[in-house]
């Protein structure tokens, strides 16, 4: 494929080289056509990260490229075909490797986060549309997505639950003001569980810095928010029969996770190196395998597009706080930063991803689970 194919592809999605529209692409060194052929998206990002290209509206370029799936017309590259032999091969989540995901993301630093996320620290997808009305802000929408899990698991006071990738322990917090509850929580960042500890301090509320792989107790709950992500492929099924050993036969799961729509042993290459070493977004095909003879299903409820909304949210406040951060990170880190949000909201925009919340129970809850939306 060479240069004039490119821009014809491009143009398929409504994309100009050089054109006038917000979204479309503006190069600035000719070798980025070389690079991407060569790199694929690997090699589209780091020609960002290197000021080769840029677009005014970098979410609205990805909402059009990835709405008409132009990736799957570019030839398989060296590096791609690599990735996808080593991701059959080695297990890439395994438990030795359990904390680089913290050590490379979620200790980046604090600052970014207590910035980007607002007052909740929520680093997963806020609910925005509330039926009975939506929500004014990212603060809203978060305590919103708090109170969603925490009605849908049913919470009673005297309830111990488990929060299996309980991030900054916020989630926790609010389960045990407003609903009476105790909690253990699992990180693998070092920096998550102090901020955690320090905030929940006082309150029936255990931070561990530990692989989830490793929990025994039994729990009247168990959530898991925004980390099944990191789990791999390879390990769904260990993953729901941890869970399983460790939930009450009366209890209830909810799996909240980011969903890909079709299925893959990869993530995205660029995503990989620069943003979450070993992520993968699991497909519905995966997690009905892995919970296959593990869990009953009680409910499937998706809401991605409210995803798209929440990563807008966090751009506007990273670049709002961007000069408080500018010396400490610098201008490649920022423009890695802005890559990693934006096309994640273009790739929510076009629906190339999902957001699903799945309540699972071990044998079925008698009567039937009741909706909750």
């Keep these: 494929m060479g240069i004039l194919a490119i821009k014809k592809l491009l143009l398929s999605a409504g994309v100009e080289v050089n054109g006038r529209n917000p979204w479309d692409i503006q190069i600035k060194d000719e070798r980025t056509y070389a690079r991407v052929l060569r790199g694929g998206s690997l090699g589209l990002g780091e020609a960002y990260m290197d000021g080769w290209w840029n677009a005014e509206k970098l979410d609205e370029f990805f909402d059009r490229i990835l ?9 398989l590259t060296l590096p791609l075909i690599w990735q996808a032999l080593v991701a059959r091969v080695v297990n890439r989540q395994a438990r030795q490797k359990a904390f680089h995901i913290g050590e490379r993301h979620y200790d980046t630093g604090n600052d970014i986060f207590e910035l980007m996320l607002g007052k909740t620290m929520a680093y997963s997808c806020g609910y925005w549309n509330l039926p009975a009305g939506g929500v004014k802000n ?34 926790m917090k609010y389960a045990v003001e407003h609903y009476g509850v105790s909690a253990v929580g699992f990180t693998v960042s070092k920096e998550q569980a102090e901020w955690g500890k320090n905030v929940c301090r006082g309150l029936p509320i255990e931070i561990r ?33 941890v869970v399983a050993r460790c939930l009450k ?22 995503m990989e190196r620069y943003i979450f070493p070993g992520g993968q977004l699991p497909s519905i095909r995966q997690i009905g395998a892995a919970i296959e003879d593990v869990f009953v299903m009680e409910d499937w409820h998706n809401f991605g597009t409210d995803y798209d909304k929440t990563l807008m949210a966090w751009y506007v406040n990273f670049e709002k706080n961007w000069p408080s951060l500018k010396e400490k ?16 909201a273009g790739a929510f925009r076009s629906r190339k991803m999902q957001l699903w919340q799945i309540i699972l129970s071990k044998k ?3 009567g039937g689970w009741r909706a909750v939306r």
């Design 67 to 75: 709405r008409f799936q132009i990736e799957r017309s570019v030839t």
């Design 138 to 171: 990212l603060d809203e929408a978060q305590e919103a997505k708090f109170d969603l899990v925490c009605r849908k698991m049913e919470l009673k006071s005297g309830m111990h639950i488990l929060d299996i990738g309980c991030g900054w322990g916020t989630f």
């Design 209 to 241: 810095l530990e692989d989830y792989r490793n929990i025994s107790e039994s729990f009247d709950r168990i959530i898991s928010i925004g980390m099944f992500e990191h789990v791999g492929y390879k390990n769904y099924r260990s993953f729901m029969r």
């Design 249 to 270: 036969d009366n209890g209830l799961f909810l799996l909240h996770t980011i969903g890909n729509s079709r299925s893959t042993r990869t993530g995205d290459a660029w």
């Design 329 to 344: 990170y610098g201008d490649r880190f920022y423009r890695m930063w802005t890559y990693y949000l934006l096309s994640c």
């Design 364 to 366: 079925g809850v008698l």
